[in-house]
């Protein structure tokens, strides 16, 4: 792949099926217009965008991110509470633990395979993501591309699930933890009885107009009208494909990186790592729209 200047912002692709570097910016000052349309086009074209060497404030990332679009407020995590009470938009990935308790959500373990707020009638269209305190070793981050894995598939499935909806569960977060208020779902074995929302299993890209495959997360998932069983079966075909190594991209993380991600046609998740270790990570979303098949 060809590397290009767009002065003065550089856009080095991964080489592999997803990502990019974009270098010769300095997010703590204001971009040009210029500047932000080469990233947006970048966005577009690799899905998945670094930006390294980075030190910014929480108002920086928060006024960084709203180039995208406007933005959503953080979830509420498990503690029941937003964890920085005057920036309700930042969501914070960590470990850490202040006076005993947990400064963010997640903790140490693996986030399973998903994309953020899935859950929701209209998910956000970006996640922006900039680490503080890295461990040395362990958390690094993976994604997808999911239009790519759509187009993978054999033409049997593609049959199998075109106009077909599925649900995405609100009751477990990425680690696999029950949700403030879902405790009630812990042990339902019957995915169709936990709450969630459906979306169409292939979406349209409202910028690009490429379809791509859209799983959200595996765990309590549904496909509308079939059976558990088929449903199951159908799910855990289309899991094989998404997440073949070819269609994925990893990011090594270094203090000062942002990572900055089309939540509509991909896919993240990330490694445990050693509790010992402090690993801190301010998050932002991007309000997105309904999912149009
Ligand atoms: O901790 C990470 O690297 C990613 C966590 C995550 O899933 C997210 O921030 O959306
Ligand atoms: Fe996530």
Not at 96 to 114: F, M, T, Y
Not at 196 to 203: D, E, I, R, S
Not at 239 to 259: N, P, S, T
Request: charged share 25%; glycine share 8%; aromatic share 6%.
């Amino acid at each position: 792949m060809t590397t290009t200047t767009m002065n003065p912002v550089t856009v080095i692709p991964s080489g592999a099926a997803l990502g990019a570097d974009i270098t010769g910016v300095d997010l703590s000052r204001p971009l040009t217009d210029e500047q932000v349309a080469a990233i947006i086009d970048a966005w577009h074209q690799h899905l998945v965008l670094r930006i390294r060497g980075q030190s910014l404030s929480d108002a920086d990332l928060i006024r960084f991110s709203q180039h995208f679009g406007e933005l959503d407020l953080a979830p509420i995590s498990s503690s029941g509470k937003r964890e920085i009470p005057e920036h309700p938009e930042i969501v914070v990935i960590s470990n850490v633990k202040e006076d005993g308790r947990p400064i963010g959500s997640l903790g140490n373990a693996e986030a399973e395979w998903h994309t953020d707020m899935s859950y929701v009638e209209r998910p956000p269209k970006m996640s922006c993501l900039y680490s503080l305190e890295v461990p040395e070793e362990g958390g690094n981050t993976s994604f997808l591309n999911m239009y790519t894995a759509y187009e993978a598939l054999p033409d049997d499935l593609k049959l199998a699930i075109i106009g077909k909806r599925c649900k995405h569960d609100i009751s477990r977060n990425s680690a696999g933890e029950i949700r403030k208020g879902f405790e009630a779902y812990a042990n339902e074995p019957d995915p169709r009885k936990i709450p969630g929302t459906y979306h169409p299993l292939v979406c349209s890209h409202p910028k690009t107009g490429r379809q791509c495959l859209y799983l959200g997360r595996r765990g309590n998932a549904h496909i509308e009208g079939l059976g558990v069983e088929e449903s199951e079966a159908l799910l855990d075909q289309l899991w094989a494909y998404a997440i073949k190594l070819e269609f994925r991209w990893d990011q090594v993380w270094r203090v000062g990186d942002l990572i900055l991600w089309d939540n509509r046609c991909t896919m993240h998740r990330r490694d445990a790592f050693d509790d010992s270790a402090r690993r801190i990570m301010h998050r932002t979303q991007v309000k997105g729209e309904t999912r149009p098949a």
